[in-house]
């Protein structure tokens, strides 16, 4: 079965410094692999994905992950975070088989400080 | 625009009372999910759809009863049975294929029994 786990529940940051969010999941196949991000009282909406080929994925708002499977795992990244990105992010995963349907981690609110 | 839309946005019940919550999509999805989110806990899936007429149990389902006549409505009744009902809903759907299980989100809708 599959599962995610994200290691930091809050991680504070200070604007312009870069910042890492922390994913590992679990699974026996091969897998696709996703960041949303949620705004308070939002719904959630797609970051970034990985679906196949290269294990650099660029996504919006200038966030990226790199999936290692060796680690399984898909940590997000900024080079220079903005208060803007101050929000709560989720990785999912996707096994692609049996009952077709995204298992999330617990998520990571970011808080960016001035 | 193409989307999705769930309504109410805030629902305030008493205890013992049902609830239905309404998710209506216009992106021509076959598939859609039911998803509860609490703090700390991240989403957990209650039920999804992968076709008109039939719907599958998630991991928590109890308290919870689903249809789906239409494509384009997942509605969600949150019984009296349900022990804890107070949380944030979110439904979603996505395309059969490819099956990646890119999710597409509402905005959400806030249930607080009293």
């Known amino acids: 079965a599959q599962s995610v786990t994200q290691l930091d529940s809050q991680v504070p940051v200070f604007e312009e410094a870069p910042v890492e969010l922390r994913c590992n999941y679990s699974?026996?196949?091969?897998?696709?692999l996703f960041w949303y991000v949620q705004y308070p009282n939002q719904g959630l909406q797609l970051l970034l994905k990985?679906?196949?080929?290269?294990?650099l994925v660029k996504g919006i708002n200038g966030f990226e992950a790199e999936f290692n499977k060796s680690q399984t795992s898909f940590h997000l990244r900024k080079p220079s975070v903005h208060i803007s990105d101050t929000a709560e992010y989720f990785c999912?995963?996707?096994?692609?088989?049996?009952?077709?349907?995204?298992?999330f981690g617990s998520g990571t609110r970011l808080q960016v400080q001035p | 625009d193409g989307g999705i839309t769930q309504s109410p946005k805030y629902l305030f019940r008493k205890e013992g009372q049902n609830v239905t919550l309404s998710c209506e999509q216009n992106?021509?999805?076959?598939?859609m999910y039911w998803y509860r989110q609490d703090p700390g806990q991240g989403l957990r899936l209650i039920y999804y759809?992968?076709?008109?007429?039939?719907?599958q149990k998630g991991d928590i389902a109890e308290g919870y009863s689903v249809s789906r006549e239409k494509k384009e409505s997942f509605p969600l009744t949150v019984t009296s049975a349900q022990k804890n009902p107070t949380a944030f809903y979110l439904c979603?759907?996505?395309?059969?294929?490819?099956?990646?299980?890119?999710?597409?989100f509402g905005e959400g809708s806030r249930l607080t029994v009293l």
């Open positions: 992106l021509n999805h076959d598939a």
């Open positions: 999912a995963v996707n096994e692609g088989t049996g009952r077709r349907a995204l298992t």
């Open positions: 979603a759907s996505s395309i059969s294929q490819p099956n990646t299980g890119e999710l597409f």
């Open positions: 759809s992968q076709i008109v007429n039939d719907f």
């Open positions: 990985y679906l196949s080929g290269s294990t």
């Open positions: 699974s026996s196949v091969s897998v696709y």
